[in-house]
């Protein structure tokens, strides 16, 4: 994901709060179909170690169960809080003009192995 430096956050317990507040992730998966992208319910597993471990459920009838390889990597991104910022809002707009319209969120793409069904 594009992410200037300036508004990267790599603190762990930054990013766990986020998952945390907003557990609907967006699960991205290479299946036997292609990509899939499900929304589910993923939270992050007390006491795992040092490495989080992520855990949610997927509807029997959902074929993502069954088509996920055990050494496959998945992608889940989790999305809190956005907004749309007018270019109005800048105060440079008035000065000199030259403001575009942007799109604030917090984000937090994460590439996880899967552990499969289970």
């Known amino acids: 994901m594009y992410c200037p430096d300036a508004f990267a ?16 992730a967006t699960l991205v998966s290479l299946g036997d179909h292609g990509l ?6 993923l939270y992050l597993a007390p006491d795992t170690g040092s490495q989080p471990v992520l855990q ?3 509807a029997r009838a959902n074929p ?5 390889h055990s050494n496959a990597e998945v992608l889940a991104i989790f999305q809190g809080p956005e907004h749309y ?7 440079t707009k ?16 994460c590439l996880w192995p899967s552990a499969g069904p289970g």
């Open 9 to 24: 956050e790599t603190r762990p317990e930054i990013l766990r709060a986020l998952i945390q507040s907003h557990p609907l």
């Open 36 to 41: 899939e992208a499900n929304h589910i319910p």
């Open 56 to 58: 949610g459920h997927v």
């Open 64 to 68: 993502l169960w069954q088509e996920a």
């Open 85 to 91: 910022i007018s270019p109005s809002w800048y105060a």
């Open 94 to 109: 008035a000065e000199t003009g030259k403001v575009a319209p942007t799109w604030n969120l917090c984000g937090d793409p």
